[in-house]
């Protein structure tokens, strides 16, 4: 095959580097001109090249060929450590006898369980307590055939977990992409917006400074100057800084570092309620220094997409798809009801809600924290590793869907934040999302929240609150007692225990997905990954917790096979 490219590759600190100078997705083959590996080929259709770790001569050069690159961004070293781990799955030895592993919870964190194992040749089958894919990105279709959700998606440029996913599952195009921007709404002058546009000539972290700096209507110069200097010490410090903010809340941190008031106010009341829906006096420091630092180290990292319908069919369906092309298996109506122990204390099967027991090779919990905890056996409750996940509670969060008789003027083919005292990001889907597409009506997603107090309120009192919230941020169209805008229709979702509620300290009690008990693994966006609680967070801690059941697999055939025996000599 004709060489078509090379690739340099250098590391600078611990970042990587690539540079293609074939800058093509369709190069056929590639020769690494470093001077260790001169004249070494690869060919694969869709070459593209990841460098691990070149570590001069003493570690051997690794290079993986991958077939995804993401068509939208551009190809990070955080996309390609994704896009390498992904590969590891599908490049990996077919095993001589394929793991039965059931896996509690079809969210995203329990489908890409799921598929990561598929693709190495293994048997998952994912147990769904309800009738419906996606966990919290669940949906329903109303009796008028319009979906409503159980909250406002965005997917972000610094997400290459999930980007790469989409890549595997040919679904690239069902990202919508927005232009590279941030828009507030400002509560002082009712209707008007202002924005941080982020241009796309400058590289990141200067793309951010230059959007901070031109936007003039929501900090002062030296607001922007305090708030930098109290910045200065996570620049400098890095991840261990960052990991020890983990014991203030974003309030005290700022408190802390002389940053005014009008900072949080102005900014941060909105970030922390978009991140975890509670307010800066609560929510970990770490929790924002961590956003800062994803978003703003890639270019894109900031740029949003909304996924182009309902994320059980456009999302969740091709997964399910893909793992049951490859042997697996996923039920609905399958809640797992108890988790039976033999004497050992290692799992016997897990008993559903009809009384049918499931026995499996390994065993994965892919379900909300809180639930996990109410099928934890009592004989394991002690152990540090569970013991710790009392400290980690779900938060309540609402999300309103508003149909409109008319199609609203004031509102942007974008995420919007309100900053009202009751909703936090919004939406007019019949805007950004083509198959909620509406040239006529306007229809409202909002994520309403804090909801603590709210969540037991009825509907009614929620579309209340929400219309009286509307009308400040659409003064010339929406009235709270609809003397403009009507309602057609509306749908509240309630969430009382969603992501867990990053409160200070939370971080050492997030577990590791491989539990202390033998065959028993975790996976959701509650256990340790990088990426907070989010979709990129469920997305990556399934596919660490599929790559510690490859670790063991040595380990987990071999306890299958002794547990057999010993049950045949039972017999
Ligand atoms: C309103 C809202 C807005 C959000 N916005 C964003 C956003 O813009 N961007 C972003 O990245 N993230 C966002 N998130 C967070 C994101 O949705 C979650 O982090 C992610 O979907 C969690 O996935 P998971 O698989 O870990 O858990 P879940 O989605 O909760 O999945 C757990 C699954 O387990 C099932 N289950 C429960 N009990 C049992 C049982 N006994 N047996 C079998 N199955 C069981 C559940 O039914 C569920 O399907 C938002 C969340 C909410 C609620």
């Not at 009341?269 to 770490?286: G, R, T, V, Y």
């Not at 225990?497 to 008990?517: D, F, G, M, W």
């Not at 693994?521 to 469920?538: C, F, H, I, N, P």
Request: aromatic share 10%.
């Amino acid at each position: 095959m004709e060489t078509v490219g090379s690739v340099s590759a250098s590391i600078l600190s611990r970042s990587i580097h690539l540079r293609n100078p074939c800058n093509s997705h369709s190069v056929q083959s590639c020769t690494f001109r470093h001077s260790d590996y001169m004249g070494h080929r690869f060919t694969t259709p869709n070459l593209w090249i990841i460098e691990k770790s070149l570590r001069r001569k003493a570690h051997p050069l690794k290079v993986v060929c991958i077939d995804y690159p993401r068509p939208e961004l551009e190809n990070t070293a955080n996309f390609l450590e994704a896009a390498y781990l992904s590969s590891t799955f599908r490049t990996a030895a077919r095993p001589s006898k394929p793991l039965k592993v059931v896996i509690a919870g079809a969210g995203l964190a329990g489908l890409s369980t799921a598929k990561y194992l598929a693709d190495a040749g293994h048997k998952p089958i994912i147990l769904e307590a309800r009738d419906v894919l996606g966990g919290k990105v669940a949906a329903w279709k109303d009796s008028d055939g319009d979906w409503y959700e159980t909250g406002l998606h965005i997917f972000f440029g610094a997400y290459p977990n999930i980007q790469n996913l989409f890549g595997e599952l040919g679904i690239n195009d069902r990202l919508q992409w927005k232009e590279h921007s941030m828009i507030f709404a400002m509560p002082s002058k009712p209707g008007e917006f202002s924005r941080f546009d982020f241009p796309d000539v400058l590289p990141a972290p200067l793309n951010g400074i230059w959007a901070i700096l031109k936007n003039n209507e929501m900090l002062t110069w030296p607001e922007k100057v305090r708030f930098a200097i109290g910045l200065l010490p996570a620049m400098v410090g890095g991840q261990p800084y960052v990991e020890a903010q983990d014991g203030l809340t974003v309030k005290e941190w700022m408190k802390k570092q002389g940053v005014p008031d009008r900072v949080n106010d102005e900014v941060f009341i909105a970030m922390s309620k978009a991140l975890n829906f509670i307010n800066p006096d609560e929510l970990s420091m770490q929790c924002i220094l961590i956003a800062l630092n994803r978003f703003l180290q890639e270019k894109h990292g900031s740029k949003m997409a909304f996924l182009d319908g309902n994320p059980p069919e456009r999302l969740c369906m091709p997964i399910v798809n893909h793992i049951q092309s490859l042997g697996g298996d996923v039920r609905l109506n399958s809640r797992i009801q108890k988790i039976e122990l033999n004497n050992d204390e290692t799992i016997k099967h897990f008993v559903l809600g009809n009384g049918n027991i499931i026995e499996a090779d390994v065993y994965v919990i892919a379900t909300p924290v809180d639930i996990l905890k109410l099928l934890l056996p009592q004989e394991w409750k002690e152990i540090s590793y569970f013991r710790r996940l009392e400290k980690l509670v779900g938060v309540p969060v609402i999300n309103v869907h508003i149909w409109f008789d008319r199609k609203l003027k004031n509102t942007y083919d974008h995420l919007l934040f309100s900053r009202s005292p009751l909703l936090s990001v919004y939406a007019d889907m019949s805007v950004t999302c083509k198959e909620y597409y509406d040239p006529n009506r306007s229809v409202l997603e909002l994520v309403f929240a804090p909801a603590e107090e709210w969540i037991t309120r009825s509907d009614a009192e929620i579309i209340e609150a929400t219309m009286k919230e509307l009308a400040k941020l659409f003064p010339d169209e929406i009235a709270a007692d609809q003397s403009k805008a009507k309602i057609l229709k509306c749908h509240v979702v309630k969430t009382p225990r969603s992501v867990y509620k990053t409160v200070p300290n939370c971080e050492p009690c997030r577990p590791l997905q491989r539990s202390p008990i033998e065959g028993f693994y975790l996976a959701g966006d509650y256990t340790k990954q990088k990426y907070l609680a989010s979709m990129e967070g469920a997305v990556l801690s399934g596919k660490l917790c599929a790559q510690a059941i490859l670790q063991d697999y040595d380990f987990l055939v071999g306890r299958t096979q002794q547990r057999t025996t010993v049950a045949a000599s039972n017999v």
